[in-house]
């Protein structure tokens, strides 16, 4: 099964792979994971993905194709993963449609951009352990300490621009799927993503798990 979540920044998309993965054994891929571990190579090609990271801005279709089609090609996920982040643009998508990336099902989680600023700006990284977010609200943060950090790219003006591009880039995404996707196998869902974690999850889980 391969799964791809896209949604603004905030949205959950994140939190949502990692139940996912657990659930049906898929590996869990982040581009924006991968994009940082990249930065933090600091080689000097990524020295430009990370001035657009850092500005609230897309980084290539090339490069994020080159990424995705190098990093689903390996082994581990031969029997399917669960892609977060990917496709964010029409050029993205249009390698779908293009069958040069196979999908079956693709989630957005919506969510109003109200919400996701209050989110992001609550949002916590545990430099110890550091694929996972947290939120202020969680009282069982596992590092009682100092040793969290904001990702630099959840300051409010950026976060701003991460959502300008969203609109401009990835909202659109809908029309040109229900456009050029109809006939074809693969699912595109919207889900409610200002409900609990559990409630967006199950309503996922559903969708999967349907017998047709
Ligand atoms: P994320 O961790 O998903 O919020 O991604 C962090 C940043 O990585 C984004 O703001 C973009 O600059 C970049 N990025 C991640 N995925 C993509 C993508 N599919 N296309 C372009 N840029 C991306």
Not at 67 to 90: A, E, H, W, Y
Not at 91 to 109: C, H, M, P, R, W
Not at 161 to 176: A, D, G, I
């Amino acid at each position: 099964m391969r799964i791809f979540l896209i949604g603004a920044p905030g949205s959950g998309k994140g939190t949502q792979a990692r139940l996912l993965s657990k659930r049906y054994h898929l590996i869990k891929i982040s581009i924006g994971e991968i994009l940082r571990e990249l930065i933090h190579n600091k080689t000097s090609p990524e020295k430009k993905i990370k001035n657009l990271i850092n500005k609230g801005k897309l980084v290539s279709d090339k490069t994020i194709i080159r990424i995705v089609k190098n990093r689903i090609s390996q082994k581990d996920c031969m029997s399917g993963f669960i892609l977060d982040g990917f496709p964010r643009t029409i050029g993205q998508a249009k390698i779908i449609s293009k069958n040069e990336i196979s999908v079956d099902y693709i989630f957005e989680l919506k969510i109003p951009t109200k919400i996701i600023i209050e989110r992001i700006l609550k949002r916590k990284k545990d430099s110890l352990t550091p694929k996972k977010t947290y939120s202020l609200k969680n009282e069982n943060l596992p590092h009682a300490n100092n040793n969290f950090f904001f990702r630099k790219d959840d300051d409010e003006v950026i976060i701003k621009k991460r959502l300008q591009e969203y609109k401009k880039f990835t909202q659109p995404l809908k029309t040109y799927w229900n456009k050029n996707f109809k006939n074809k196998k693969i699912q595109f869902f919207e889900i409610d993503g200002t409900q609990t974690i559990l409630n967006v999850y199950k309503d996922i889980k559903i969708i999967l798990e349907k017998k047709t």
